[in-house]
């Protein structure tokens, strides 16, 4: 099947990314996943999982988080300094990449072009190569810097992808809130997936002059 870059930056959501690593994993799909120093801190805080940095001791941990449950894609942990990866260059193909999340300052380094680890290299690749990069930024309020940053990187070609569930689909729940959001990146990549619902109209039985019930 295809082969993905998953890159997960020290912003908070998590969840979100292993929701997307594991539908990934459950299509087939050959992930290679970069975190950095400060995405590790966040999956520590936010979903207690203690890596090392170490890819060979990391990479079972990791797949045991994203719990795919009957996956039978195959995932590969690279170090965030391992600039010699393969998916640091262009001419390792790749189907796309996604930053789920992606901090304020990992967005600002793509987009000035700032390659100084391997998740920022790789997407960097991605532009160059007219390759589909999806990056989930998660900051609230904005400044007008990440605002510029969001705008350059559009305008090289990345999807922004902000992390903001909709609550039109009447989440029961925190797992419905993180599918929306997973789900949109997964088709954002070209991925189908289970988890994204298309939105089929309002029942109009459930539609009233008050709005929506
Ligand atoms: C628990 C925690 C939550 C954070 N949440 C965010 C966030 O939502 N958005 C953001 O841009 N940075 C957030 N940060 C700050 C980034 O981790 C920090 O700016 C870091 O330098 C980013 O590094 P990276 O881009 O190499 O991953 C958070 C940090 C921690 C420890």
């Not at 990791?62 to 039978?72: D, I, K, P, R, S």
């Not at 070209?190 to 459930?206: C, E, N």
């Not at 539609?207 to 019930?213: F, N, V």
Request: overall charge negative.
């Amino acid at each position: 099947m295809g082969i993905y870059v998953l890159g997960i930056a020290g912003a908070s959501g998590a969840p979100y990314a292993r929701r997307v690593l594991e539908q990934m994993l459950l299509a087939n799909h050959d992930v290679k996943v970069v975190i950095t120093d400060s995405g590790r801190k966040v999956l520590d805080v936010e979903e207690n999982l203690l890596l090392t940095g170490n890819t060979d001791a990391d990479t079972p941990l990791v797949l045991e988080w994203a719990n795919g449950n009957g996956a039978t894609g195959t995932l590969q942990l690279y170090h965030h300094q391992d600039v010699a990866a393969p998916i640091a260059s262009g001419s390792f193909g790749i189907d796309g990449m996604a930053v789920v999340p992606c901090s304020g300052g990992t967005m600002g380094r793509i987009a000035h072009g700032i390659s100084n680890g391997l998740l920022e290299r790789a997407a960097d690749v991605c532009l160059k190569e007219r390759r589909r990069l999806v990056l989930v930024p998660r900051e609230m309020p904005l400044s007008l810097i990440h605002l510029r940053n969001m705008t350059a990187v559009t305008e090289a070609g990345a999807i922004v992808l902000p992390a903001s569930p909709g609550f039109y689909h009447n989440p029961k729940s925190i797992n419905d809130l993180i599918d929306m959001v997973a789900g949109r990146i997964l088709a954002s990549l070209g991925i189908d997936s289970p988890v994204m619902k298309p939105w089929l109209g309002a029942d109009p039985h459930s539609y009233s002059e008050e709005g929506l019930h």
